[in-house]
């Protein structure tokens, strides 16, 4: 017998299903992220347990880059491991190419060498034939946007990759690469993973349009805003938090005195609704239909179930949206509140 076995419940409706954009591919409404607490020498009992525990939720969307874990490529490799326990036809496989992955002018950023080369040792590493998703993970500035693209295209000719999407660029970028495939001939574009959290609104600039007349999908990743969103800092910073290490994601203007006030109202509203601070801050991101999926971290099972529970009340009046944007509105956030930021 094996060691897994899925829950044979696991499509009983707990998770919903959203189109990605028009394309006919579904996303689960939260997907698990695999870029912390996946790397490592050898997959752990805690990262099974993550991964089993997510299949058994509904979640069937795992997202990685080719630079995750430390040390770089090892959340795949570990990753890879772990879901030839699913059966692969009823899971998506995510892989990105665009940060540093190795020494010289070759290991990093959008050009045709880059990216194919680093498809090709991201499906070693996984252990797989195709991607589902393969994304271009940053806008290069230095490549033109139709040899990435082209690079792109290739993968889905190959059949390394079923489709393709982008991350991190601009309304404007995003526009323009949708032209380039359309006039190139290239296999389309068809989502668009952007950072977005209440306390990272960019998106609703002008990006999130932009998607939805063009057809793509968006796939909201830090919605939890790397932790800052959560109960984790209600009652301060604790030890061996994000906020709390050399090199944190979180930056000590984002953990301010009134950024936790914030977190406070925010959480005062989350109790009124029933849900924990992290479970609203998920739903507010979902309740967008154009966001398809709301794109998770996690280090342990349990809190990956309890986020999932956030799909069972994803509605806001008119009157909790205004109270919500007057929370937010005394955020201290000058550096991230509208910034595209990885």
């Not at 990262?47 to 770089?72: C, E, R």
């Not at 879901?83 to 540093?100: C, F, H």
Request: aromatic residues 10%; neutral net charge.
């Amino acid at each position: 017998m094996p060691d897994y076995i899925p829950d044979s419940k696991r499509y009983d409706g707990r998770m919903p299903y959203r189109k990605c954009g028009r394309w006919g591919l579904k996303l689960p409404e939260i997907t698990l992220g695999c870029w912390h607490n996946f790397g490592g020498e050898t997959p752990t009992n805690l990262q099974k347990n993550m991964i089993h525990s997510s299949f058994d939720s509904g979640i069937t969307h795992f997202d990685l880059a080719n630079n995750y874990g430390p040390p770089y490529g090892s959340a795949e490799i570990n990753v890879g491991k772990i879901l030839q326990d699913l059966p692969r036809d009823e899971i998506l496989i995510t892989s990105k190419a665009g940060y540093d992955m190795w020494p010289g002018p070759y290991g990093e950023w959008g050009s045709r060498k880059y990216i194919l080369a680093s498809l090709d040792q991201s499906l070693k590493r996984m252990g797989v034939e195709y991607f589902d998703l393969f994304y271009s993970h940053r806008f290069d500035p230095n490549t033109p946007l139709d040899e990435t693209l082209a690079a792109l295209d290739s993968a889905v000719r190959q059949g390394k990759a079923l489709y393709t999407g982008i991350s991190s660029y601009s309304s404007e970028q995003t526009q323009k690469s949708i032209e380039v495939s359309k006039n190139n001939g290239f296999s389309p574009l068809i989502i668009h993973q952007p950072n977005y959290s209440m306390l990272n609104r960019w998106v609703e600039d002008s990006l999130l349009d932009t998607c939805e007349r063009n057809g793509l999908g968006v796939i909201a990743f830090c919605p939890l805003f790397q932790g800052l969103l959560t109960d984790k800092y209600l009652n301060g910073i604790p030890k061996g938090s994000r906020a709390s290490i050399h090199k944190s994601p979180l930056r000590k203007n984002e953990v301010s005195e009134q950024n936790l006030k914030v977190i406070h109202e925010l959480n005062d509203h989350a109790r009124q609704r029933g849900q924990s601070l992290a479970q609203m801050a998920l739903a507010w991101v979902l309740r967008d239909q154009r966001v398809t999926s709301a794109l998770i971290g996690a280090s342990t099972a349990s809190q990956i179930v309890e986020n999932v529970k956030a799909v069972q009340q994803i509605e806001f009046t008119v009157d909790e949206l205004g109270k919500l944007n007057r929370i937010l509105a005394k955020a201290n956030l000058p550096n991230s509140l509208w910034a595209n930021e990885g």
